[in-house]
């Protein structure tokens, strides 16, 4: 029996509001929209998933069917029935005599439970798809002028390739994928770029992707950070914010031409 709370993500006793709340903050994550360029597997899986929440939409906000639903999953001795909620308080039928606790009884050790782990097979999914299609249109933009690299800690790295006498024109340009775009992960994409040595010079563009993102105003504060912190010396680095699910960025006014024309390209679809 799917875990309706978890799979919302609130708790089991919050009002009809939160649980519209979440619904909305959760299914729009896999809006037609968000996931048209992530290809027709996840595009299924997404399909799946907006099903399975408005399910647990229809539920837990009519009072009636979220105190059955209650009801079941105690009878089912499901451990998320633990807190049903004001709903089910009036509803639910007199629970059995609660059974004597053993203090010594072994218990199975905790692990991640079925929701978690199919949230995380979905994510590891939804990263190989974005990154899969920012390999492929970068290489569109870049044509012959970038190599691939490895560096750590990052799911993309491009060079400029090597010419008779030095390198080529631009910046090396780093791509990571990441849950949540916030003052935290610029903090730490900036720090791993900037310890970097990059062959090409001086210049590097990171491209942070992910699919929520903090508010413009924080993410702008925490860039104005790293770049005062940059001025005192080390390597350039641009870092561009990018809602990966519709490809919309926050473009600084000084980045560098391939990465300008790398997001418009991926926002058209082309």
Not at 48 to 62: C, F, H, K, Q, V
Not at 68 to 90: E, M, N, Q, R, V
Request: net charge positive; proline share 9%; with cysteine.
């Amino acid at each position: 029996m799917k875990n309706y709370y978890e799979l919302l993500e609130i708790a089991h006793d919050v009002p009809a509001d939160e649980v519209k709340k979440s619904f909305r903050a959760q299914i729009a994550k896999y809006h037609p929209d968000k996931v048209q360029h992530l290809g027709k597997e996840f595009q299924a899986m997404a399909a799946d998933r907006a099903a399975e929440l408005t399910e647990a939409y229809r539920i837990l906000s009519d009072a009636g069917r979220r105190a059955a639903y209650d009801a079941t999953f105690a009878k089912a001795g499901a451990p998320a029935a633990a807190a049903a909620g004001p709903a089910a308080a009036s509803a639910s039928p007199t629970p059995d005599p609660p059974r004597p606790v053993v203090v010594d009884e072994p218990r199975p050790p905790s692990g991640p439970s079925q929701f978690d782990q199919e949230r995380a097979r979905k994510d590891t999914f939804v990263r190989k798809a974005t990154m899969d299609r920012f390999r492929t249109v970068f290489a569109q933009v870049a044509g012959s002028g970038y190599d691939e690299a490895n560096v750590r800690g990052f799911d993309f790295a491009s060079l400029p390739k090597a010419r008779l006498f030095g390198r080529g024109k631009g910046p090396a340009v780093l791509g990571r994928f990441v849950p949540r775009i916030d003052a935290s992960s610029v903090s730490s994409a900036w720090s791993d770029a900037g310890r970097w040595h990059a062959p090409s010079g001086d210049e590097i563009c990171v491209i942070l992707m992910s699919t929520a993102l903090a508010t413009p105003r924080e993410l702008a504060d925490a860039i104005h950070e790293q770049r005062q912190k940059s001025a005192r010396g080390g390597p350039k680095v641009t870092l561009i914010p990018v809602d990966s699910g519709v490809w919309d960025a926050h473009m600084p006014t000084d980045a560098p031409p391939v990465a300008k024309e790398l997001l418009t390209r991926l926002r058209s679809g082309k």
